[in-house]
């Protein structure tokens, strides 16, 4: 397995929106192995395969809680089949915007149907920070941020911060 370099915004890639997989295959496979490796070396609960500069529909995700075993996720090709009246709030905050956290509304419930490595279609209802996760990793396929929700000064002031960051990361 290989740690995978996660791009920081802004950067296009990460605003575009990803291809269905087409097939189950090793590439994949191994691709799904080095984004579980890349997400809780972070460490975090999500990663979404344009984060990694690849725009193929595939996510990856662990919200167990830390006492709880861990439970990697693989979802491809996932999609929203239904989603609760009911809203919620949480703290978010991503992997490619480090260090940033806003809240977030979202249904606080959602049903998605995916594709495994399996090549089995699976479906799942999530509730909690499961659910909140999986929709904002499918928002990344769709080349939506979480930040995207903020209203636009708190948005660009984040945005700022990260053009900062990233040349600073560049002078090493
Ligand atoms: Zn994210």
Redesign the pocket.
């Known amino acids: 397995m290989t740690l995978r370099p996660i791009l920081i915004h802004p950067d296009p890639r990460l605003k575009t929106v990803a291809e269905p997989v087409p097939e189950i295959t090793d590439e994949i496979r191994r691709l799904a192995d080095d984004m579980l490796e890349t997400m809780y070396d972070a460490p975090g609960i999500?990663l979404?395969a344009p984060?990694i500069g690849r725009l193929s529909r595939l996510l990856v995700m662990d919200a167990a809680k830390e006492e709880e075993t861990a439970q990697p996720m693989v979802l491809i090709n996932p999609q929203v089949t239904w989603a609760s009246d009911m809203r919620s709030v949480y703290e978010e905050g991503?992997?490619?915007i480090p260090e940033q956290f806003a809240d977030v509304e979202r249904p606080a419930e959602v049903e998605v149907r995916w594709l495994g490595l399996d090549g089995k279609t699976h479906s799942q209802r999530f509730d909690g920070l499961w659910a909140t996760c999986v929709q904002?990793?499918i928002d990344?396929l769709d080349g939506k941020?979480?930040i995207d929700y903020l209203k636009p000064m708190k948005r660009q002031m984040i945005t700022r911060r990260m053009v900062k960051l990233k040349r600073e990361r560049a002078r090493g």
Request: aromatic letters at 10%; charged letters at 10%; one cysteine or more.
């Open positions: 999500g979404a984060q991503c992997l490619s904002h990793e990344h941020l979480f």
